[in-house]
């Protein structure tokens, strides 16, 4: 059944589970999540990138709240870093009720006026927002540990970020980071507790991809309640349609079939380890 998001990560919260939210692109990616959550009982997200709502515009965003609807588990659906009012006044338009407003790549007083701006615009039209402070980015190398550190977020900005714009939830940085971790990840979890004692909203972190299990559960046991999945699943379509490439002429459906259960396959492994299977 289609969800909100809030009540998804609320409920969560409240009994220490955190939920899946999973960047798809077309039919194959939303069956991967459905039949996943579906099999293990579990409350999932679908979560469309800007450029994916692009591509596929309201068709695809109806695909996904069609398949949340009819589906037999709680799913919401969801535009993520979302740096542009166009591409959320579309999202919105096209009937999604979950919008994360990225003013990361903006200096804090201008993600801190675009996210005010932003919220009150979602919020007007029945829509929760995720927003983000910090500056989460893919792994860098020939940072100093000033300059990584200053990517992270701050507690008492964090605090003062979330008062002054009204967001439902946060997505935190604290070492995450998208696509893989070129070396051992390292999360920051005194960072991350500190940020939980002054904001009292459900916390985001992206980048889960190539995260083990310990750092999962901990994060989880300091509030993370939302842990934002690309990475791994677009690989595991990629590898199929890798492996059909020395056929001559490979059955589409066959490799689409495929695909699913590819990505089926990481989304299961995904929501076992953020405890959500079973409560649905
Ligand atoms: O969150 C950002 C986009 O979904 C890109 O993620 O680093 O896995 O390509 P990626
Ligand atoms: P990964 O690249 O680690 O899968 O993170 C995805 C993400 O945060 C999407 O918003
Ligand atoms: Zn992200
Ligand atoms: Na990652």
New binding site residues.
């Given amino acids: 059944m289609l969800t909100s998001t809030i009540e998804l990560l609320e409920t969560a919260r409240i009994n220490a589970y955190a939920i899946g939210a999973f960047?798809i692109y077309n039919l194959e990616g939303v069956k991967a999540v459905i039949n996943a959550a579906e099999a293990l009982q579990s409350p999932a997200m679908l979560?469309l990138h800007p450029s994916a709502l692009t591509y596929g515009k309201s068709p695809l965003v109806a695909l996904c709240l069609e398949a949340a609807k009819s589906s037999l588990v709680p799913i919401s659906v969801h535009l993520?870093?979302s740096t542009s009012e166009k591409d959320i006044q579309a999202a919105l338009a096209a009937g999604i009720k979950s919008i994360m407003a990225d003013g990361s790549p903006l200096e804090y007083e201008k993600n801190l006026a675009f996210t005010r701006e932003m919220t009150k615009l979602s919020h007007e039209n029945g829509a929760v927002v995720e927003a983000e402070i910090g500056r989460i980015s893919g792994t860098e190398d020939g940072l100093t540990v000033a300059e990584y550190e200053a990517k992270m977020t701050d507690p008492q900005q964090a605090a003062e970020f979330v008062r002054e714009t009204n967001v439902d939830t946060l997505a935190v940085t604290i070492g995450n980071v998208?696509?893989k971790y070129r070396s051992e990840p390292k999360l920051d979890f005194p960072r991350l507790a500190a940020i939980r004692r002054l904001v009292d909203i459900p916390l985001v972190l992206?980048?889960?991809?190539?995260l083990p299990e310990s750092m999962i559960s901990k994060s989880i046991q300091l509030g993370v309640c939302k842990f934002?999945?690309?990475?791994?699943v677009r690989e595991a379509y990629l590898d199929v349609l890798k492996s059909t490439n020395s056929l001559s002429s490979p059955d589409l459906l066959d490799v689409m079939e495929k695909s699913i259960a590819a990505m089926q396959s990481v989304v299961e492994d995904k929501l076992q380890l953020f405890g959500s299977c079973g409560k649905a």
């Fill in positions: 960047n979560q993520d870093h998208h696509g992206h980048g889960a991809s190539g934002n999945v690309n990475t791994e």
